[in-house]
């Protein structure tokens, strides 16, 4: 799963304790996440992305 989230005054994607897509738009993070999604999707493992504060989910 690849999460967005705020992070150093931008937005990144982390991924298993990985941060990789720094941006300041979020846009652009959540476009790198998508990239990376399809990737994995493609490599036939299911692989979700996630908005950390959109639609209620923010993290512990």
């Known amino acids: ?3 967005v989230i705020r992070r150093d005054g931008g937005w990144a994607v982390e991924n298993a304790g990985e941060f990789f897509g720094h941006s300041v738009d979020k846009e652009v993070a ?3 996440a ?3 999604a399809r990737i994995v999707q493609e490599g036939g493992r ?3 992305v996630r ?3 959109e639609t209620g989910f ?3």
């Open 1 to 3: 799963m690849f999460t």
């Open 51 to 53: 908005v950390s504060g």
């Open 58 to 60: 923010y993290p512990v």
């Open 46 to 48: 299911p692989c979700q």
């Open 34 to 36: 998508n990239k990376r």
């Open 30 to 32: 959540k476009a790198a």
